[in-house]
């Protein structure tokens, strides 16, 4: 089983460059999420999804976005980067609204580094 | 919206002793409180979870404990080893109401050989 799988590993960009974060689960979860972590800042909800056409924002969104085109996939999209989102990104999935809800599935994360 | 407080931020101990980790939320409709152990370099993974119809949960060397009155519950970690170093969080999520979880700002746990 792979689970949450998350691409790149390692990433450095220079400011004002764009990219994207990719994740796919293969749970058929309907809830998956972005969370940066940052040093002594615990976890951060940055976008999250409810199913395949249905996004909304968490904790810090300023500066990204995703889209969800399918089940499986949630990429996570830096549109201008900046030195301030240097920081490492969990993709995270689980079910939703149903007896099996809670466990929330990491993937093993993608760090970042903006020059 | 839900205020998770996690205490301590880090904790040292020796082989061999406890460990307990404790957190505080403030939303009543909270019902459901897993915790996280997350290895260097790895994605948080779930070690053990409690709902809100029971008071205590133990799986081998770890347990969880429920107060819904006081709105905290703690991870106890008994005969610590030195593979349980990590960083724990603790989460709280209320079925029922937004399904999305809060989580604690994390514990760092060495364990001294």
């Known amino acids: 089983n792979a689970g949450v799988t998350q691409t790149p590993k390692f990433q450095v960009l220079k400011t004002g460059q764009s990219m994207t974060l990719q994740c796919a689960q293969d749970?058929?979860?309907?809830?998956m999420s972005w969370y940066r972590q940052d040093p002594g800042m615990g976890l951060r909800l940055i976008h999250y999804s409810v199913g395949a056409g249905i996004t909304d924002q968490g904790e810090v969104p300023n500066g990204y976005n995703v889209s969800r085109s399918t089940t499986e996939d949630f990429p996570l999209r830096l549109l201008s980067a900046a030195p301030s989102q240097t920081s490492v990104y969990f993709c995270a999935s689980s079910y939703y609204r149903s007896e099996n809800t809670g466990e929330l599935f990491f993937g093993e994360g993608s760090r970042l580094t903006v020059l | 919206g839900e205020n998770v407080e996690q205490h301590p931020s880090t904790l040292s101990v020796q082989e061999g002793d406890s460990a307990v980790i404790k957190c505080t939320y403030s939303?009543?409709?909270?019902?459901?409180f897993p915790w996280y152990k997350q290895e260097l370099g790895k994605g948080p993974q779930l070690i053990i979870d409690?709902?809100?119809?029971?008071g205590e949960k133990k799986d081998q060397r770890i347990a969880v404990t429920l107060n819904k009155t006081a709105k905290h519950f703690s991870l106890h970690i008994t005969e610590t080893q030195p593979e349980d170093s990590a960083v724990y969080f603790c989460?709280?999520?209320?079925?029922?109401?937004?399904?999305?979880?809060?989580f604690g700002r994390g514990t760092s746990l060495i364990v001294h050989p």
């Open positions: 749970m058929n979860h309907e809830y």
């Open positions: 409690i709902r809100s119809n029971v």
């Open positions: 939303d009543s409709a909270s019902n459901y």
């Open positions: 989460a709280v999520m209320a079925s029922g109401g937004s399904y999305i979880p809060t």
